[in-house]
């Protein structure tokens, strides 16, 4: 992860400035962010405005997201969902709980 921040650190000095980080959303493809949201994407992250954000900034607020969807994700696991006839809420359960397994592997990698 830091390597790929650093890929878009221009002036080498371990962050990143709004401009560096819409440049690293646009190569992502955009993520259907309007240029706005990718400005206040990166102005939510910079935890000490400074009008940058830094590695440290950046993986605490994903941090957060991850912790967050394997919330969601555990929950989906756990319950059935009761609108749905049987055999379809053990499809569901099973592909929550592989999304589940897959997230919570990203997570021991990072």
């Known amino acids: ?3 790929s921040l650093n890929s878009f650190d221009r002036s080498a000095n371990g962050s990143i400035s709004v401009a560096e980080f819409a440049s690293l ?3 992502l493809g955009g993520l259907g962010l309007s240029k706005r949201q ?3 994407l990166a102005s939510s992250m910079d ?3 400074d009008r940058t ?3 440290n900034e950046f993986m605490e607020y ?3 997201i991850w912790v967050e969807r394997l919330r969601g994700l555990r929950r989906e696991a756990g ?3 009761k609108s749905l006839p049987e055999i379809e809420q053990k499809r ?3 592909k929550a709980k592989r999304r589940l397994k897959k997230a919570e592997h990203a997570i021991k990698i990072t």
């Open 1 to 3: 992860m830091i390597v």
């Open 25 to 27: 959303i646009k190569t």
């Open 38 to 40: 990718v400005y206040r």
């Open 47 to 49: 935890a000490d405005f």
């Open 53 to 55: 954000v830094q590695y």
């Open 62 to 64: 994903f941090l957060v």
């Open 79 to 81: 319950r059935p969902d």
């Open 92 to 94: 569901k359960m099973i």
